[in-house]
């Protein structure tokens, strides 16, 4: 549906999501700079974090390609965090997004001034390359 | 035979910092206690129950502590959804007792999260640098959020749909401040105002420093049994009126509905059981991780309309001498926070129930509610206990 910008990572020193036989489509999507979610070829449920089942009716879910654009939910401003590879980015903005197509999405904002931020805001995906087969997805207020 | 579910003996292990107690000997600490304020026989108990959570030198899961313990059971539950475990272990302790499947059950909790961990569990994070997260974290782990950011998040979005406020969330942990300095063994005893509260370092916008828990060593116990059993003992007896719980998410990037918890799905169900109205309820234990935690289980809870808790809660009626004193032991916030308060919350109104709170007592407590919150807002356990016979 739409390609977003892969950011490369020289060396990447944050916690890595583990592959499986399930979410390994999404990470290695997000490597390619595409948001997957799933939808339910039965009842229609969208849904994300991506899953063995569609949570509404157990049904086996479908991959649908997202166009990586949506709203800041809720949000908070991480002040304080003892993690080393965070810590030199704080203050930083930790949100949920809530998608054009429907389910909520958990993500931050790194680099961006959180005072700019706010409930509503229109914002879209880019990714950072976490490894040859990982990418992670992050969020940025849309250029107008 | 009477085999109402009713609650004999309580018991706390020593907070707030024991540097020279492991996690497993506050377990045994509080369990002695809870023994010997019972008045029972040890010998007695063939149900075990427990969370886990704290431990150290060995585990402190279920079977393991009832190993330790030596309880021979014939009923354990272990139970863990966080913090809220223990009013999940009251709601299953109640159904077992009155069905038989145990007599006298001993629940326990114990931690020594401040002196082994100092205060890292709000901001310190779960994963600490290059590794690999299994399972739903793993949607989390890359983004380095924190356990104050995710109720941030619910202040956040509670304030931008009810125009609920900082100095309004701050009224919480004023109020729980005033019953800490009532309690000398409290961490936080001086008293604080709204300018405080509000004036503290920010931790995770809009939750400052003192909108958080402290964070302790400490322990807790219990014992249920039958009302039967209890005519003899030497503690009058509280009774479990009604006990329910419900998990809408566990990890915060499932929550769909940042302004509520499963309080609303528990909360009615303990209510019917119990047979009770709001109004009937004379004190208030509420898990305050933080001040939203509490908004948040006020509201859900059905005590006041959803987006009325803030300026409910400025008026003071949470406080001592309001309508529904909250936390009269001095709450997670000021008092005793090991990681998984729950416990102590039961064992509090318990002890409202009986007259024996001192300085700190609600005249006439007939009723007391216990309302636990795991996790992130994730799994609310609700206990309704009371002093006079269902």
Redesign the interface.
Not at chain 2, 127 to 136: E, K, M
């Given at each position: 549906m739409s390609t977003h910008e892969v950011i490369e990572v020289e060396e990447w020193a944050k916690p890595l999501p583990q592959l499986d036989n399930v979410n390994e489509e999404y990470w290695k999507a997000a490597r390619q700079g595409r948001l997957l979610i799933q939808q339910c070829p039965a009842c229609g449920h969208r849904q994300w974090y991506p899953r063995a089942l569609c949570a509404s009716c157990a049904a086996e879910p479908a991959w649908l390609e997202t166009a990586g654009r949506g709203t800041v939910h809720t949000y908070t401003v991480i002040r304080q965090q003892g993690i080393p590879a965070f810590k030199v980015e704080l203050p930083y903005v930790v949100a949920m997004v809530e998608l054009e197509e429907g389910p909520l999405v958990f993500g931050s904002m790194p680099g961006i001034d959180p005072d700019t931020v706010s409930i509503g805001l229109p914002v879209e995906v880019y990714f950072r390359a976490a490894s040859d087969d990982t990418g992670v997805p992050y969020w940025r207020p849309v250029v107008s | 035979m009477d085999r109402t579910p009713v609650i004999v003996g309580i018991g706390m292990s020593d907070y707030p910092k024991v540097p020279h107690m492991d996690g497993v000997q506050h377990h045994v600490l509080a369990a002695r206690r809870a023994i010997e304020d019972a008045g029972i026989d040890k010998s007695e108990i063939d149900g075990y129950v427990g969370a886990g959570g704290g431990g150290g030198m060995m585990v402190d899961d279920a079977v393991t502590m009832a190993e330790y313990l030596r309880i021979n059971h014939r009923y354990i539950d272990g139970t863990m959804t966080g913090g809220s475990s223990f009013e999940f272990h009251v709601q299953h302790l109640a159904a077992a007792i009155r069905d038989g499947a145990c007599d006298t059950a001993l629940v326990t909790y114990g931690s020594n999260q401040l002196s082994k961990m100092g205060r890292?569990l709000g901001?310190?994070?779960m994963?600490?640098?290059?590794?690999?997260?299994?399972?739903?974290m793993?949607?989390?782990?890359?983004?380095?959020?924190?356990l104050?950011?995710s109720y941030?998040?619910?202040a956040?979005?509670h304030m931008?749909e009810y125009g609920t406020t900082s100095e309004q969330l701050a009224e919480i942990a004023v109020g729980v401040r005033e019953y800490a300095s009532l309690n000398p063994n409290a961490i936080y005893q001086d008293l604080i105002t709204v300018d405080d509260v509000v004036n503290s370092?920010?931790?995770?916008?809009?939750?400052h420093m003192l909108d958080c828990c402290a964070i302790t060593d400490g322990g807790g116990a219990f014992i249920m049994t039958t009302a039967e059993r209890a005519k003899d003992l030497q503690q009058p007896p509280v009774y479990v009126l009604g006990a329910a719980g419900g998990q809408t998410h566990w990890n915060?990037?499932?929550?769909?509905d940042?302004t509520t918890s499963a309080g609303a799905l528990a909360g009615p169900i303990a209510f019917e059981r119990a047979g009770v109205t709001h109004d009937d309820v004379d004190m208030l234990m509420f898990y305050d991780s933080f001040t939203i935690t509490c908004l948040i289980l006020l509201e859900s809870l059905g005590f006041v309309p959803k987006g009325e808790g803030g300026p409910f809660v400025a008026e003071g009626n949470l406080k001592r001498g309001g309508k529904w004193p909250l936390n009269t032991d001095g709450g997670g916030l000021s008092s005793c926070h090991p990681g998984m308060r729950g416990i102590f919350l039961i064992i509090e109104a318990v002890r409202q129930l009986r007259g024996q709170a001192g300085v700190v007592q609600v005249p006439d407590c007939e009723v007391a509610i216990a309302a636990g919150s795991g996790g992130w807002l994730s799994c609310i356990g609700v206990a309704i206990l009371g002093r006079e016979h269902p």
């Open positions: - | 890292s901001t310190g994070g994963h600490r640098g290059v590794q690999t997260v299994a399972g739903p793993g949607y989390e782990a890359p983004y380095g959020n924190s104050v950011g941030a998040m619910h956040k979005r931008h370092r920010m931790i995770a916008d809009p939750l915060i990037c499932q929550q769909t940042f």
